[in-house]
């Protein structure tokens, strides 16, 4: 998603199935507010109080969003490399990713159809 954000790209996030019902300022302003709430600094994330009041009214200037916390990215199918932070692991291996020395695992191939996450 902080990718995607970085790259004015964050619509490609928006599941198809909701494009025709739902507007694209709608969604980017969801992305948006949940980037807020995420961001490293637990003092700069919004209050749940706030959060309603951006979701409910789009004449709420928002801040711009710091990094998240922690975020990983998948690159291509379950048989490719996952990125996670600075670390790079094959698919069916684990890796440590520092700061915060998180570990990320995946077993197998995921459910469903094969698509690419960000």
Avoid at 72 to 87: H, N, P, V
Wanted: hydrophobic share 45%; proline share 8%.
């Amino acid at each position: 998603a902080w990718s995607l954000w970085n790259e004015n790209r964050a619509l490609e996030m928006v599941d198809e199935a909701l494009l025709g019902s739902l507007q694209g300022s709608e969604a980017l302003r969801c992305i948006h507010v949940g980037l807020l709430c995420v961001q490293e600094d637990a003092e700069a994330r919004p209050t749940m109080s706030a959060v309603v009041l951006m979701l409910s009214y789009a004449s709420t200037v928002l801040p711009l969003p710091l990094p998240p916390a922690f975020w990983f990215a998948m690159k291509g199918t379950a048989e490719t490399d996952i990125s996670i932070g600075e670390s790079e692991v094959g698919a069916a291996g684990s890796a440590q990713s520092t700061p915060g020395n998180a570990t990320f695992s995946v077993w197998g191939d995921p459910p469903g159809p094969k698509t690419s996450v960000n």
